[in-house]
């Protein structure tokens, strides 16, 4: 079955850029959607299809997905950008990435 | 504006079934295209997908839980359930129910409902 990989966490500094990578297995050719979820709170979807920003996503928002790896980009990370991000594929079934906890600094 | 709200006992018995259902309002279940599905997530842990339903009943599960789910929907009520037989300790998560397409993302969620496996 289809697999992707996410690291366990990332930390960034406030208002540097942080970057989540998903990696699958030619996952570039897969349209790949990435999700913020809150302590609390259920998943907010923040980027799909690659790279689209549904509205009310901040521009500091973007995506990007080629060969083995997509990327989700947070630009002038916010102490409010602290969450976990997950990253899902549709491969006859919805996949889900294992997360990522985003600790801004 | 479309809601999901998931109803069902909060305290199940190990071996017994899970039985959660989810009510949509602001929009007919029975819309084209969409796909009507469950996802859990255990306390401290990740998301995982058990498995989604359309308006017409076809279904598609999660190849690690298929023999013990099903899903089903209600279009009559606007309503879709889970069930999830022979539970264990394992099966103690948070169960949101939620909307999408094929290939595309899950657009709506429930707000979750934490779902306790002991006896």
């Known amino acids: 079955s289809y697999e992707l990989t996410q690291p366990l966490s990332v930390s960034v500094a406030l208002g540097q850029t942080a970057r989540i990578t998903c990696g699958g297995n030619?996952?570039?050719?897969?349209?790949v959607h990435w999700y913020q979820q809150k302590p609390g709170q259920a998943p907010v979807l923040v980027i799909y299809?690659?790279?689209n920003r549904p509205s009310g996503i901040p521009e500091r928002f973007s995506g990007s997905n080629s060969g083995n790896t997509a990327t989700l980009t947070i630009s002038r990370a916010q102490a409010g950008d602290e969450a976990d991000y997950y990253c899902q594929v549709w491969d006859s079934k919805v996949v889900f990435g294992g997360g990522t906890k985003l600790t801004v600094l | 504006q479309l809601q999901l709200q998931e109803s069902g006992p909060g305290l199940v018995k190990p071996s017994e079934t899970l039985s959660l259902t989810c009510t949509v309002s602001g929009g007919s279940i029975s819309s084209s295209s969409y796909y009507w599905g469950w996802i859990r997530q255990p306390p401290g842990k990740g998301l995982e997908w058990i498995g989604s339903?359309?308006?017409?009943?076809?279904?598609y599960y999660n190849p690690s839980l298929k023999s013990r789910v099903t899903i089903s929907v209600d279009t009559s009520k606007n309503q879709f359930s889970l069930k999830l037989s022979s539970v264990t300790a394992a099966d103690t998560a948070v169960y949101y129910c939620?909307?999408?397409?094929?290939?595309?993302?899950?657009?709506?969620w429930g707000q979750g409902t934490l779902v306790t496996v002991s006896s």
């Open positions: 299809r690659d790279s």
């Open positions: 339903i359309y308006y017409s009943g076809s279904t």
């Open positions: 939620a909307r999408h397409e094929v290939d595309y993302p899950i657009d709506y």
């Open positions: 030619n996952i570039g050719s897969k349209n």
